[in-house]
């Protein structure tokens, strides 16, 4: 099983349908998330770019996913960690948090090895 850690635009493009996640992975993600999912998605509609019953059908749908939502004590440690170990100049920039990944190669990414979990 590998686990990942989401945000909410991931957490937003998986109930949208556009992000499969398989079976074998774990999802986690700050509880912080589900609230700015629903933020993101009452202003989406807000703005008229989805019907007010669609946001809320993908709000069900984030109800519903198998995410472990996690508290701050629990991911404040990994963070601070990580961070650390990778020499970076904050705990929450999402462009040094979160590994690019480019879906037209095929394996593991040349950058693997220096990832916290391998």
Known sequence: MTRF???CETLLRI???EVDVAAEHQLVAPTLVRSQALAA??????RGELSAAEGIERVTRINSLKVRFLGD??????????ADQ???ETTSDPKQAY???DRSKRGRPEYWDRLPWA
């Not at 998605?41 to 807000?46: D, P, T, V």
């Not at 004590?73 to 990580?82: D, E, N, S, Y």
Request: glycine residues 8%; charged residues 20%; aromatic residues 14%.
């Open 5 to 7: 850690v989401i945000d």
């Open 15 to 17: 109930v949208a349908g």
């Open 41 to 46: 998605l009452y202003e989406s509609a807000r």
């Open 73 to 82: 004590k629990v991911l404040q440690r990994t963070a601070w960690r990580v």
């Open 86 to 88: 990778l020499g970076w």
């Open 99 to 101: 590994a690019p990944f």
